[in-house]
Nanobody
């Protein structure tokens, strides 16, 4: 059974840090592209960061310089280190994998991803 499980969310004050984790299991051949996304109440799901099978990384402009995506233990776990958190970073955070092709320029397109985790809530307060 394939599974993505996010963890590490929580409540933090503005300026603080959190580290999210996306653990994968059951994927025989791994992923081609893994993305972190977030969705705040009343808003569309938006891209945050992605890591490709070759290790290349991209970030949304809104998190560049504050968030860091990385792999741990091969590609079984992908971390999202979030620093200098802002109120507007509050959202449910999801990881998703594309099992068919590399990230490319359309990594922000949520429809291309095969599987999603259940999400982990991040709440930033003043």
């Amino acid at each position: 059974q394939v599974q993505l499980v996010e963890s590490g969310g929580g409540a933090v004050q503005a300026g603080g840090s959190l580290r999210l984790s996306c653990a994968q299991s059951g994927y025989t051949y791994g992923y081609y592209c893994l993305g972190w996304f977030r969705q705040a109440p009343g808003k569309e799901r938006e891209e945050v960061a992605r890591i490709d099978i070759d290790g290349s990384i991209k970030y949304a402009d809104s998190v560049k310089g504050r968030f860091t995506i990385s792999q741990e233990g091969g590609n079984d776990k992908v971390l999202l280190e979030m620093n200098s958190l802002k109120l507007e970073d509050s959202a449910m955070y999801y990881c998703a994998v594309d099992l068919r092709r590399t990230c490319g320029d359309d990594w922000h397109d949520i429809s291309r991803y095969n599987d999603w985790g259940q999400g982990t809530q991040v709440t930033v307060s003043s």
